[in-house]
């Protein structure tokens, strides 16, 4: 992790961890485990609420 | 300053202008869903309203990544149908040394962002359609699917240098009426089916009741928002190649000049349109705005201007007839008439250019013929309505594409949100539940109908 560069001579590709493949791999893996689990947060929120509402907590 | 370094300089300023005007397309484009946002929040009754916003919001936030993680390769990868061709889409996979900050790619991260405000685009006209009774969760699902998947893949067949539709029949749709708005359309009436109306949208003899939102006002400033983005929008759609003559993304001549006689005409000849079919309505007015650009998209290059005023007339005035339809005859609850403005002007569009602009060349591909377009709408129409059906119907089997009774008629702000639009000035419209639903059991009560 950290800078895959010591010298802007000659740099391209520059981001963080830009040479490990596995490291790219985990922050993805990351980015897409965030998008489903907020999609499932969002599921159980729902049928939270709507238990609430039938059981008169809310309304 | 030798010649190499005065023809380096030149490039590099040239790479950069690239650079800054599709970054400014970017932040202008941003604006069709600060228009969204108004226009659903002012369509929304108060119960509703912040709801709605979040749903918008949420649609952004999730399109961006998830067209990190697959978006952008599918476009790079499926312009030969459905067999992908993972060599020309290595440089779209997520850990690609091009998806990131890079020296030397400079038009990368640009193009990424542009096509990701007009797949965020398409899941805000899927958002409008089903205020008010979609689950935020099935409609996180259903963005996804329309801004992530369905609508790039319908950019890669039909609005990319390489698509088959363009290579086999000639398609042709500069301003991308097919793969946004045609896909986004068309995605909507499909989901439209499975969600059902609104409760009390029809009474039990079949009857529309009309559901106005809380602020007409809002709608307007909306409608009108997205008609400033929609210059992004159409900025995005030519390709600045440094040091020559823009061109199209089929790589033929184009001017920003055509654009904007077209773009302006289109506009004015969309909301007389309107105009005239809905005797003043503000919102149908603004919304053929919308639909005369949407008319004139896939040959905003080509048209003489006026020809282009009088195909957004028509389109314009074609929208509150199809909305009547739908509304009306079908049973099917639009709530802003998104399938009328995107799928309807979006097909006239498509099908116009074929008639009044057959004959264009293409590079290495058939010319524009009216038998190309008829090809290529059907194929945006099938792909747009097929997914959306199959996608909501899948989420409806599980039970969760839609609120429950008892949260739709509380309000979705009360039962799922920690906040109320205007806690200050507007008490709750919302009755108590238990009172709603004994009106329900009346004999004139509301129907219930969807998932």
Redesign the interface.
Known sequence: MGSPISTWEG?????TA?LS?GA??FW?AL??A??IG??VH??R??EK??AA??NGD?? | MSPDELKQMVEMSGTINMEIFYWWCTAVMILIHAGFLAYEIGASRVKNALASAVKNILAFA?II??F??FGWWIYLAMPNGLTPDFAAAAAGQ??A??M??????NATGVFWAVFTMFAATTASILSGAVIERI???AF??LA?LVGSVVWILAASWGWHPSGWLTMKWGFHDTAAAGCVHMIAGWFTLGVLLNLGPRLGKYTADGKAVAIPGHSMPMTTIGLMLIIVGFFGFLGGCIIYKTGAQWVTIYNTPATLSAFAFNTLMGFSGGVIGAFIASRGSPFWMMSGGLAGIISVAPGLELYYPPLAFVLALVGGGLIKPIGDLLENRLRIDDAVGAFAVHAGAGTWGILALGVFASGYPHIDAPATSLAGQLGGAAVMAALGFGSGFLASLGLKKFG?LR??P??EM?GLD???LPALPYPESVPAT?L??AAQLAAADSPAGISVQGA
């Open positions: 740099a391209q590709a520059y981001f830009a493949p790219l791999m993805v980015v897409a965030a998008v907020a999609i969002t599921v929120h729902e609420s709507v509402v039938r809310r309304g | 999730f990544p998830t990190f993680l997520p850990w040394a091009s990131g900050p890079n020296l030397a790619d689950r935020i969760s996180i699902i996804v969760i609120s429950a008892e949260a509380l009360a039962t799922e919302a108590p539940v």
